[in-house]
C-alpha cells in the first residue's frame, strides 16, 4: 500500500505488517480485500494505492481416484499449484496424472512437510478414513483457507464425530467444506471436480456461498 500524497508504504503480509504508513480500520479491510482477490488499483478514498503480489494458490488433493483425474488437470489450467498425494503406488502414477506432482506418501506425514499456508487448500477424495482423517487434522491445524471433504452429510457427520473424538473442538471443524463442493447436481467426476472447484473460488474470492453451511472463508 502507498500513499500517494506521502509516498509512505505499508507492506501486508499474511500474517504481519511492515511500513511506516498507518491506514484507518475500513481502510485496511479494503486492502485486505484487494489483496485477498489479487486486484491493484487506487482505493476508494483515491489517496492510496494498493499493489498485489501473491504467490501461486496451492491445491493439495489426497486421493488419486477418478475425480482426481478430473480436478487436478483443471485446477492446474486455473493457476493452482496441484500436487497429489497418495500412498498407495498403483494409483498414483504419471500414466493416470500425466505431468502432475506426486507425493506418494501417508497424507498426513506429506503435508505437514508442505507447510501449509493462507495461500493452500486441501481437498480429501478417497473415502478412506485411514487417509482422509490424518490429512484433516493436519490442515485444520494450518491457515489453509480451503478445507473440503468428499462423501455424502451421513458419511460427514460420522466424519465429524471421528475428528471430534480426536480432540478437534466445533468451531474448528466448521472449517471443513463437507460434502465438498457446491449443490449444482453434479454427478459425473468431471461435474463434481467442476462443483468442488467453483466452491474453492468463491472462498479465495471471499464471495458468499448461499445454501452453504460451512464456511465461505
Not at 16 to 44: H, T, V, Y
Not at 121 to 128: F, I, S
Request: glycine share 8%; net charge negative.
Amino acid at each position: 500500500m502507498t500513499n500517494l500524497e506521502s509516498g509512505q508504504q505499508l507492506l501486508l503480509l499474511p500474517e504481519q505488517l511492515e511500513g511506516e504508513l498507518k491506514l484507518p480500520d475500513g481502510l485496511m479491510e479494503e486492502a485486505r480485500n484487494a489483496l485477498s482477490q489479487g486486484k491493484s488499483g487506487l482505493m476508494s478514498d483515491k489517496r492510496h494505492f494498493a499493489e498485489c503480489h501473491m504467490p501461486p494458490a496451492r491445491l493439495m488433493v489426497i486421493g488419486a481416484v477418478h475425480i482426481a483425474q478430473k480436478l487436478c488437470p483443471i485446477a492446474d489450467q486455473m493457476g493452482y499449484e496441484v500436487t497429489l498425494i497418495d500412498p498407495r503406488q498403483a494409483w498414483g502414477t504419471q500414466s493416470r496424472f500425466p505431468g502432475l506432482k506426486i507425493l506418494q506418501s501417508w497424507p498426513d506425514e506429506a503435508l505437514e512437510g508442505l507447510d501449509l499456508d493462507s495461500r493452500s487448500a486441501v481437498v480429501t477424495l478417497t473415502h478412506d478414513p485411514k487417509l482422509d482423517d490424518p490429512a484433516l487434522l493436519v490442515a485444520l491445524e494450518s491457515p489453509a483457507f480451503y478445507i473440503g471433504a468428499l462423501g455424502s452429510n451421513r458419511t460427514h457427520q460420522k466424519r465429524l464425530q471421528r475428528l471430534s473424538e480426536a480432540g478437534m473442538d466445533q468451531d474448528t471443524l466448521s472449517r471443513i467444506h463437507g460434502p465438498v463442493g457446491l449443490s449444482i447436481g453434479a454427478q459425473s467426476p468431471a461435474e463434481i471436480a467442476v462443483s468442488i472447484l467453483a466452491e474453492l473460488t468463491a472462498v479465495l474470492r471471499n464471495t458468499a456461498i448461499p445454501g452453504k453451511s460451512g464456511r465461505s472463508g
